[in-house]
């Protein structure tokens, strides 16, 4: 019996290390990538005394327009919501800081399926990254 349980776990722990590796090469290693561009940019402007190129924005824009849904998400939860947000929260800080207006029905199902990978859990109305607990 005890081998039985060990060979359940043994492939469980398989499955979930090929998972954790499928989300850290779709969805953590984009994110990172921008984030260090977004680093990049802004550390260039900051030891710049002229202004921001309108180019540069533009790029930058163009950027987030194209990110998808569940990027957004990923994005808008990273260094704001340890404990956890609403949908709401989360679309709001996604056109704050993202410039995208999204319709909360069609956000809603995104979320869910981003629970059923298990990349989000939920928590009463609050959403929270798997990852953070």
């Known amino acids: 019996m005890a081998q039985g349980i060990r060979e359940i776990l043994d492939a469980r722990e398989r499955e979930v290390r090929r998972s954790l590796d499928d989300?850290?090469?779709?969805?953590?290693?984009p994110l990172e990538r921008e984030l260090a561009e977004i680093v990049a940019a802004r550390n260039a402007i900051n030891s710049s005394q002229h202004s921001v190129p309108d180019v540069a924005v533009d790029d930058i824009?163009?950027?987030?327009k194209r990110?998808?849904?569940?990027?957004?998400a990923i994005a808008a939860?990273?260094?704001?919501?340890?404990?956890?947000?609403?949908?709401?929260?989360?679309l709001d800080r996604i056109k704050r800081d993202f410039g995208r207006d999204i319709a909360q029905g069609s956000f809603s199902p995104i979320l869910s399926r981003m629970r059923q990978k298990g990349i989000l859990r939920k928590n009463g109305h609050a959403w929270i990254l798997a990852a953070h607990g």
């Open 67 to 72: 990110m998808k849904y569940e990027d957004l």
């Open 77 to 90: 939860f990273q260094g704001a919501f340890p404990n956890g947000a609403t949908i709401q929260e989360l």
């Open 23 to 29: 989300v850290r090469k779709k969805q953590i290693e």
């Open 61 to 64: 824009q163009d950027r987030f």
